[in-house]
């Protein structure tokens, strides 16, 4: 009995281990790790929903931990987020036009200003206006996600954080939603930070890459840097899952196009 | 040439409330004794369909059309099916996501007996020492898993544990949906060359299921492409890969992210069509930038454009 009563009591898991990383404006930056390195919950730690138990977090400029709770929104609503597995992260009972509109509940806008604002995100991300009076659950995943990005943006953030923002998708939704996030950024000119299990899509998605392995940044770098010259085991074995593949099956010839 | 697989304008639909939703519109494929074949489509596309077809697992509101006969036998006649004596025996089955599919209350030494004492009447120790061979055979130290629950395992353990439990069935017809889609990049890989591994080592049949062209590339010698239940191009591997005939096809392959490769992702906006909505024309029509008139009113039948290559498609 006692013994059972000690494996109850909390010990704590290191999930994030010494990270440093910084990203300007207008950067572009994936983190790329399998499940269990701890990037979704550095993204979390950058939205001000877990304090880290160690070390430094600025966001825009603020350190954010040291900002009391009810004031953090004030930094953290500058930031877009875009969750991971779109099938799960809309609101079953809100329409679309109203799952779009909550980032803007705090702007202090009239009716008609957000009703503009959620009409001009829609468009951003291509759907039809007509979804904006649908439930979740008559969209398509490819649907689903470009209403997720339209929330994420549609209060002009100048972070933009995306966890997993294609995995969940068909490949040729994938290649749509990419480069529509691409566009947005740029148009938006803001952050866009990329967290993804994918280093293949992960290259179209940003200009800088942060590999992390059990909580740890084992290599940062370029991608074109990182594909020739891994410095750490870990990403030695993940280019060659990738690569292996490519090397040995006939899409190679497409590489030289 | 003996075939594994024989597909004759299959059609598979689900009752869906007062609807009947076709899944698949009249395939015919073939699958040769010892090949690698790829069923490659992308979500809607009926690919799962075909899986469950063959593997003998339709669900019983499943209504279908057409012939298919797995390992020599007519399993599907019209709106018949009869897989007795074919499933588990000559044909078997890899599932999407092992953590789902196998029963989380057995240890795993008692998921092969369940299986085994089914189809063969083995003994619990006869059925434990027929698991220890295979789970070797699938890379990992029986002494490790036997006695383990699935919650025990890693995910990468228990996608080997559930192709050990499939190969364990002795049937030479191994379907696989998606056995990877779930595992992280180095697993993926490592599942890919256990099976292919197995393939030569036990002499399968193997279908294999996925949206990944790489991964297709890497493992079959024949390609399927299924879109909007439809099969758009089916043809040697290399040949597909090389140039593909079909629009959807080269789609497909081109929007598909290369590590190391940096060239436009190409993809045709839209979705599939739903289920529902089927038009008379090419499934393809609303997002083919070749698209001609015929394209709209007809769907194009299949053509033969080569050695065991078909493509359905005006153009051709």
Known sequence: MAEGLRALRR???????????SVSRGERVAVIGESGSGKTTLLKVVLGLLRPMKGEVVVLGHRIYEIPERERWKVTRRIGYVPQDPFRALNPRLKVADIIAEPLSRLNLSESEKEERVRAAVKMVQLHESVLDYYPSRLSGGMMQRALIARAVVHE???????????ALDVSTQAQVISLLNAIQEKLNCAMVTVTHDLAAAQYLADRAVILHKGVVVEEGSFSEIVRNPKSDHARVLLASYTLGVSEGPLAPLGAT | MVLAVEAKRLSVGYEELEELLWAVRGVSFEV???EAFCIVGESGSGKSTVASAI???????AVTEGELRVGGRLVVKGNERDYEGVRGHLVTYVPQSPGASLNPYLEIGDQFYYVLNNLYGLSRK?????ARTYLEMAGLDPGAV??????ELSGGMLQRAAIALALSTGAKILVADEPTSSLDAHLRLQIVQLLKRLRSEVGLTLIFITHDMLLAGVLSERIAVMYAGHLVEVGPTKEVLRKPLHPYTSMLIECVPVLGVK?????????????????RGCPFYDRCPFRLEACASEIPPVKEVGESYYVACWLY
Do not use: F, M, Q
């Open chain 2, 263 to 279: 060239r436009p992702l190409k993809a045709y906006a839209g979705e599939p069509p739903n289920l529902s909505e089927a038009g």
């Open chain 2, 126 to 130: 006869e059925a434990r020492e027929k």
């Open chain 1, 157 to 167: 953030p100048e972070l933009l954080l995306l966890d997993e923002p294609t995995s």
């Open chain 2, 32 to 34: 040769r004794e010892g």
């Open chain 2, 146 to 151: 036997l006695d383990r629950y699935p919650h």
């Open chain 2, 55 to 61: 593997a003998g697992i339709l669900p019983p509101h």
């Open chain 1, 11 to 21: 010990r704590y898991v290191e999930v994030l281990r010494d990270v440093s990383l």
